[in-house]
């Protein structure tokens, strides 16, 4: 079952993952509507590994075609935010 989370809840675990995936980045200093992809320099593999982080933690599907969806912290945000509450309702 998929616990309620609030979007400050959602960015601190996406922020979390990111930082699994890049410790050596700044994330204070990730611009939240660019391609943290890009601002990370993350590859596939660490984008992969980030949407699998993603799914164990809020217990949802996220479809390989939704991932360009995810490539902001924002759009991240949105996306799982939205889809937390669908699961919940």
């Not at 079952?1 to 993952?17: Q, S």
């Not at 590859?43 to 980030?50: G, P």
């Not at 360009?68 to 924002?74: A, D, I, Y």
């Given at each position: 079952?998929?616990?309620?989370?609030?979007?400050?809840?959602?960015?601190?675990?996406?922020?979390?993952?990111l930082?699994?995936?890049?410790?050596?980045?700044?994330?204070?200093?990730?611009?939240?509507?660019?391609?943290?992809?890009?601002q990370?320099?993350?590859?596939?593999?660490?984008?992969?590994?980030?949407?699998?982080?993603?799914h164990?933690?809020?217990?949802?599907?996220?479809p390989?075609?939704?991932?360009?969806?995810?490539?902001?912290?924002?759009?991240?945000?949105?996306?799982?935010?939205?889809?937390?509450?669908?699961?919940?309702?």
């Open positions: 079952m998929t616990a309620k989370r609030t979007r400050e809840e959602i960015k601190e675990i996406i922020l979390k993952a930082g699994g995936i890049a410790p050596e980045a700044d994330l204070t200093q990730l611009k939240p509507d660019l391609n943290f992809r890009e990370l320099d993350i590859d596939s593999m660490d984008l992969l590994n980030i949407m699998i982080a993603l164990q933690t809020f217990e949802v599907e996220i390989e075609a939704d991932y360009p969806q995810l490539t902001t912290l924002n759009g991240a945000i949105e996306y799982l935010a939205s889809r937390i509450e669908n699961e919940t309702t």
